[in-house]
C-alpha cells in the first residue's frame, strides 16, 4: 500500500501540552505536541474503549486517556503499567513551522 | 526452534489458561489456538446481560484480535478440530489444514443438552451457550411473541429474564417443583418464583416435555398430561454436557469429563485439559471460578515449573438477574446431625439460610440481602469455627451509621477472603493495589486486580472496599501522604509552598520542590493547577492541566460527546427559559434530555465541535454555563419556600437565587453544592449538602460538610444567623475556608471529619477573621465570574480546542 505526505498545519497551531485532531476517512487522528516540542500522531481511539486520546492529559511522551485514565506511550500507541493494548501511531514530521503527517494513500480517496 | 503449543477451544477456560501461561513465560511457545466459533474471546458469563439488552458484544469481548497479533499468537477462529493423532502429535482441522504440537491443551468447554424428544430439530429450537443463540433469540423477539424456557436453573432464568426484557412473554418450565434446585432450597425458590412472576414471567412447574410440535418451525410444546402451550421460541436450559467426543476419538481416557491429574494433565502426558470439559477427582464444574483455578496451574506447568496442584473448588452462585439478589454456596440441604440457622422476613422480602455442622457452616442460601454472602462464604472455606457468633451470624454486619453501604463490615473481612469469586481476587490484593496505585474508580480497580471484571456480581462489594479503603486514606494519614508519584511532598506541603515562595506556575513548583517529571502526571497537574489560580487568582490557570471536563467546559461521555447544563438560578426557570432550550435541542438534534438530580437540565450527546455554536444561542437567551463538570460550585437547590409553600417561613428561593450568584464560577477542591430548605421538613436536603441552609421562624440554621454521593454524611450545624446578609458573608467565609484549606479532590465532608468542626467555627464565627476570608472570596469571583461559554462562543478563546486542525480526505 502507497503512503502519502500532507501538510497538516503549522506547529503552533498546537497548544503545547496539547492536542488536535486530523480528521481523516480512516477516523481521527490526534496530533500531539509535547512540553519538549516533540510531535506524535496516533489514532484517536484508546485501546480500552476507544475514548478519544486528544482529549487527555499529556505528561512525558504520554497521554492519560480521559475515560478510565488508561496512560498511552504517545511513540509506541502502547498501554503503558498494568493495562495491555495498543493504538496505531503515524509518522509525523517537521520541517522549519510545517507540520507534516504520512498515511496511507487510499485515506485520500474518497 | 521454539516448541509448539496448539490450544483448541478459544473460550474462557483456555484464553485464561494462555494469559496465565504469558505471564509467566512469554516466550516459550509458537502458540495456536484453533476455536469453532467465529469470533474472538468473549465473556459467556455477559451473554445473559447481553440478551437483557444491558451491554453490547464489544463490551464483552476479553481477547481482541489484536491481542492475538500483539502476543505471536496464531488464532484459528472458525474451524473445529476434527481429530488428534496422538502418535503424530497432530491435530487435524476441518478446513483441511494439520497442525502439529508438542504440547496439547484441550480446553473445548461443554455444550447445552438438548431434551431427546421429538421436534427438537425445529427452527426455533435454541440452547443458551453462545453468541449465535442469543442473536437468534434477540431476532426471534423482534417478530415473535411467546417464548418459552425448558429448564428452571440458572441458565434458564436469566434467558426467561433476557426475553422478557427483549419484549417476548415467556414461560418458564420446569421438571421439578423447585425452581434452581441445584442452588435453591424450597423457601428460597418459592420468593424467588413470587418476584420473577411479579415482573411478568409465567411458570410451569413440575411438568415434563412430551414433543416440541410445528413442522417447519417450533410452533408449541406439550407435555406428558396433554397440556400445550403456544411457542414461538423454545430455548432449552436443562444441563450442560461436557463436550469430550474429540478427546474420547482420540482415544484419550474420559468419564463424565476428559479425566485429569491434579496437574491437569489427562492420561496422555503430552496432552492437558481445562475447562468445564474436565473431570478432576469425579467432580465437572459449570462455573468460570474453577476453571481460572485450573487455569493458573495449567500454565505453572507448561512453563515447566512443576509445582501447582489443583484441589479441585468450592463455588458459589449469584443470580444475574438485575432486581434480584441472590446468593448461594455449599449444602444447604441439612443432614440429620446439622444445624440450621434461619430467618424468614417474608415482607421485607428476605431469606437466610445457613446450614452448620460442628459449629461450621456447611453452606447458605441467601435471598434478598446477600451483604453477608462473602463473609460466609470465606467462614465456609475457612472452616471457621463460628460458635463465638452464632447468635449474630444471621443478621449480618451491615452497618447503618453507613447508609446501607456496609462499610463497616467490609472493614472487618480479612485480607484473605476472596471478594471476586470469578478471579479468586483477595480483599488484600484489592485495598493494596488501590494504596499502592493510588486509584478512585471502580475501573481503575477492575484494570488492576481484575476483581469484579468477570460476572460483576461482587462490583458493589468491591466498591465499599474502595469507598472504605480510600476514605480511610482521607481520615487515617492526609498530611503524610505524597500527593502522587511526583514528589514526596504532601497537599499541604505544596500548598504553603506555593504560598511562602509566591510560586506562580507548574514549571517554578516543579523546580522549587524538585518534582520527579518535567511535567508532572494526570494526578498532579490538576492538583497544582487548582492550587495556583486559588492563591493567585486572576494570574493563573494552565488548561492543558485540567481535566477534560474543565477544559471543554461539558462533560464527556462514554462515546466522546459531550453533556451541556445550563444554569438554572435556584432552580428556578421560566417559560422564555425552556422555550429557549427546546429551541436549542431542536437545532442541534440533540439526542437525549434529562432532568437533573441538581434541578436543572441536560442536554446529552452534543458533538464537541457544536459546543460553541450551542452555548452562544443559550447565551443569547440568558444563560451561562452550569459548571456541572467541574470541580466547582454545582448548584444551589432550594425548595418552593413562603412564596407558595404553606409550611414555609422565608423565601427560600430568592436565598437560593442570591446564593448561587454569589459562589456560581467558582473553582474549588471538589464539587461544591448548596441548598436552601424553608422549613425543617427540609424538601431540599440540605442537610446533605456542602453549605446548606434550613430557614425557620427566627431565622437561618447554617449547615456544613454534607454530601449525598458515595458515602452519606449528614452536616454539622455551624451556627444560626437571623438576616439574609449574613447567610452570604458567612457562606463566602467558609467557602473561601475550604478552597484555601482542603486537599484537591477532598469534598467538605472529609476535609471536616479531617480537620475537625472546632477549626472551621474559629475561622467562620470570629467576626473579624470571617470578614477577611470572605473578602478573599469576593476578590477571587471577580475573575471567576466571567461565563466559560460566553468566552468561547464569542470571544474565540481557546478555539483550537473545538475546531480540527486539518480535515485529509479526497
Ligand atoms: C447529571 C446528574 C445526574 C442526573 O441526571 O440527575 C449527575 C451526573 C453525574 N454525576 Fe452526580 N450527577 C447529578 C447529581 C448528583 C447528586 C444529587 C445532588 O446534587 O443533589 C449527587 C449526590 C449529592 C452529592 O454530591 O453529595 C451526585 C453525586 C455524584 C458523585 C459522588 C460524589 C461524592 O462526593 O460522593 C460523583 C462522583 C464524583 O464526583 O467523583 C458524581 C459524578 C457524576 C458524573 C460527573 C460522572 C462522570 O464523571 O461522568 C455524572 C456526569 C453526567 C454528565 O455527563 O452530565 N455524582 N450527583 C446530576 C447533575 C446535577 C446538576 O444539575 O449538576
Ligand atoms: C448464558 C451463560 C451464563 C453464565 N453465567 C455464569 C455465571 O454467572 N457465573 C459463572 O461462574 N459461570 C457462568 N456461566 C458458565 C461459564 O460461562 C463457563 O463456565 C465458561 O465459559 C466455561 O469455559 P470453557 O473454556 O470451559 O468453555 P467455553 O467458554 O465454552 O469455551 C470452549 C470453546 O471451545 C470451542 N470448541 C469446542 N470444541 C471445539 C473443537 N473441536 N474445535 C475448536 N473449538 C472447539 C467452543 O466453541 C468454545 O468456544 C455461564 C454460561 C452461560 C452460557
Ligand atoms: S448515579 Fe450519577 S454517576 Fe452514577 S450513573 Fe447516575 S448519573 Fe452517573
Ligand atoms: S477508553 Fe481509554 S481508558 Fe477506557
Request: aromatic share 8%; proline share 3%; net charge negative.
Amino acid at each position: 500500500m502507497s503512503q502519502k505526505r500532507i501538510e497538516i498545519g503549522t506547529r503552533s497551531e498546537i497548544p503545547m501540552l496539547g492536542s488536535r485532531i486530523v480528521k481523516s476517512d480512516e477516523g481521527d487522528i490526534a496530533i500531539f505536541r509535547t512540553s519538549q516540542d516533540t510531535f506524535f500522531a496516533v489514532r484517536d481511539s484508546c485501546p480500552h474503549r476507544q475514548g478519544p486520546l486528544s482529549q487527555g492529559i499529556v505528561h512525558g511522551d504520554r497521554v492519560t486517556c480521559p475515560l478510565h485514565n488508561w496512560v498511552i506511550d504517545l511513540q509506541s500507541g502502547e498501554a503503558t503499567g498494568p493495562d495491555a493494548g495498543c493504538t496505531p501511531t503515524y509518522q509525523i514530521e517537521q520541517e522549519g513551522e510545517r507540520l507534516y503527517l504520512t498515511v496511507a494513500s487510499h485515506t485520500l480517496q474518497g | 526452534m521454539k516448541e509448539q503449543l496448539v490450544v483448541i477451544g478459544n473460550g474462557m477456560a483456555g484464553m485464561r489458561s494462555v494469559e496465565e501461561l504469558l505471564k509467566v513465560s512469554a516466550d516459550q511457545y509458537e502458540i495456536t489456538v484453533i476455536g469453532d466459533e467465529p469470533h474472538p474471546n468473549y465473556n459467556r458469563i455477559m451473554l445473559s446481560p447481553l440478551l437483557a439488552g444491558e451491554k453490547v458484544f464489544d463490551e464483552i469481548i476479553i481477547n481482541s484480535p489484536e491481542w492475538y497479533v500483539e502476543n505471536d499468537i496464531q488464532l484459528l477462529s472458525g474451524t473445529a478440530a476434527t481429530s488428534i493423532h496422538r502418535g503424530r502429535r497432530e491435530v487435524s482441522l476441518a478446513d483441511g489444514r494439520t497442525i502439529s504440537y508438542d504440547r496439547l491443551l484441550m480446553a473445548t468447554g461443554s455444550h447445552p443438552f438438548i431434551l431427546p424428544v421429538p421436534g427438537n430439530d425445529l427452527q426455533g429450537v435454541v440452547g443458551f451457550r453462545t453468541l449465535e443463540d442469543v442473536e437468534t433469540m434477540v431476532e426471534a423477539a423482534k417478530s415473535q411473541t411467546h417464548a418459552v424456557v425448558i429448564g428452571g436453573g440458572l441458565l434458564g432464568l436469566e434467558a426467561a429474564n433476557g426475553l422478557h426484557k427483549q419484549g417476548m412473554s415467556v414461560t418458564v418450565v420446569h421438571i421439578g417443583s423447585v425452581m434452581m434446585n441445584q442452588q435453591l432450597d424450597e423457601a428460597a425458590s418459592m420468593l424467588l418464583k413470587r418476584k420473577l412472576e411479579e415482573d411478568g414471567l409465567h411458570f410451569l412447574l413440575e411438568a415434563e416435555t412430551e414433543a416440541i410440535l410445528g413442522s417447519e418451525r417450533v410452533e408449541g410444546v406439550r407435555f406428558k398430561d396433554g397440556l400445550e402451550i403456544p411457542a414461538d421460541l423454545v430455548v432449552m436450559a436443562v444441563g450442560i454436557r461436557p463436550s469430550i467426543q474429540l478427546a474420547e476419538a482420540s482415544g484419550l481416557y474420559c468419564n463424565r469429563g476428559i479425566v485429569v491429574s491434579d496437574t491437569m494433565q489427562t492420561y496422555d502426558p503430552k496432552i492437558y485439559a481445562v475447562g468445564e470439559c474436565v473431570e478432576h477427582r469425579g467432580t465437572t464444574y459449570g462455573l468460570v471460578a474453577p476453571l481460572f483455578e485450573q487455569a493458573k496451574v495449567v500454565a505453572n506447568h507448561l512453563a515447566s515449573f512443576g509445582f501447582g496442584i489443583y484441589n479441585g473448588s468450592v463455588t458459589s452462585t449469584k443470580l444475574k438477574v438485575t432486581g434480584v439478589d441472590l446468593f448461594s454456596a455449599g449444602t444447604f440441604h441439612e443432614q440429620e446431625h446439622d444445624d440450621v440457622l434461619l430467618l424468614q422476613d417474608a415482607n421485607r422480602g428476605v431469606y437466610k439460610k445457613i446450614v452448620l455442622s460442628n459449629n461450621r457452616i456447611k453452606g447458605a442460601v441467601l435471598y434478598g440481602d446477600t451483604l453477608d454472602g462473602a463473609r460466609y462464604f470465606q467462614m465456609m472455606r475457612d472452616q471457621t469455627d463460628i460458635s463465638e457468633s452464632r447468635d449474630t451470624l444471621l443478621f449480618g454486619q451491615a452497618n447503618l451509621g453507613d447508609s446501607g453501604h456496609g462499610a463497616l463490615q467490609v472493614m472487618n473481612l480479612p485480607d484473605s477472603a476472596e471478594v471476586c469469586g470469578c478471579n479468586g481476587v483477595c480483599k488484600g490484593d484489592i485495598t493494596k493495589a488501590i494504596n499502592k496505585n493510588s486509584l478512585f474508580t471502580l475501573d481503575e480497580v477492575r484494570s488492576h486486580t481484575k476483581a469484579s471484571a468477570s460476572c460483576g456480581s461482587c462490583t458493589a462489594l468491591v466498591q465499599q472496599i474502595l469507598a472504605s479503603t480510600v476514605g480511610e486514606g482521607y481520615a487515617e494519614t492526609p498530611a503524610k501522604k505524597p500527593l502522587c508519584g511526583c514528589t514526596t511532598y504532601s497537599h499541604s506541603e505544596i500548598r504553603r509552598a506555593i504560598v511562602d515562595n509566591r510560586l506562580k506556575s507548574h514549571q517554578a513548583l516543579y523546580q522549587f520542590l524538585e518534582w520527579a517529571q518535567t511535567d508532572g502526571c494526570h494526578t498532579c497537574r490538576p492538583a497544582i493547577n487548582y492550587y495556583l489560580l486559588c492563591a493567585w487568582p486572576g494570574e493563573y490557570d494552565d488548561p492543558q492541566s485540567r481535566y477534560i471536563n474543565e477544559r471543554a467546559h461539558g462533560n464527556i461521555q462514554k462515546d466522546g460527546s459531550y453533556s451541556v447544563v445550563p444554569r438554572m438560578w435556584g432552580g428556578m426557570t421560566t417559560p422564555d427559559e425552556l422555550r429557549a432550550i427546546a429551541d436549542v435541542a431542536d437545532k442541534f438534534e440533540v439526542p437525549e434530555i434529562k432532568v437533573t438530580g441538581g434541578q436543572r437540565i441536560d442536554l446529552f450527546g452534543v458533538a464537541k465541535e457544536n459546543l460553541p455554536a450551542l452555548w452562544s444561542d443559550l447565551n443569547q437567551a440568558g444563560f451561562v454555563s452550569g459548571h456541572a463538570y467541574g470541580k466547582a460550585m454545582r448548584t444551589v437547590k432550594t425548595c418552593v419556600g413562603s412564596q407558595w409553600c404553606r409550611f414555609g417561613t422565608q423565601n427560600s428561593t430568592a436565598l437560593g437565587i442570591k446564593l448561587e450568584e454569589l459562589t456560581w464560577g467558582s473553582w474549588m477542591p471538589h464539587k461544591f453544592k448548596l441548598a436552601v430548605s424553608a422549613c425543617p421538613r427540609n424538601c431540599a436536603e440540605a442537610t446533605i449538602k456542602d453549605f446548606g441552609v434550613v430557614c425557620v421562624e427566627s431565622g437561618y440554621e447554617l449547615h456544613i460538610g454534607g454530601n449525598g454521593g458515595i458515602k452519606v454524611r449528614v452536616t454539622d450545624l455551624l451556627t444560626k444567623v437571623s438576616r439574609e446578609e449574613e447567610v452570604l458573608e458567612y457562606c463566602a467565609a467558609f467557602t473561601q475556608f475550604y478552597r484555601e484549606d482542603a486537599h484537591y479532590l477532598e469534598r467538605t465532608a472529609p476535609w471536616v471529619e479531617r480537620i475537625g468542626l472546632q477549626q472551621i467555627k474559629n475561622v467562620v464565627k470570629d467576626e473579624s477573621t470571617r470578614k477577611r476570608y470572605a473578602e478573599r472570596f469576593y476578590h477571587s469571583q471577580q475573575s471567576a465570574q466571567i461565563d466559560p461559554w460566553m468566552e468561547r462562543s464569542q470571544q474565540g478563546v481557546a478555539e483550537h480546542e473545538f475546531t480540527p486542525i486539518a480535515t485529509i480526505n479526497g
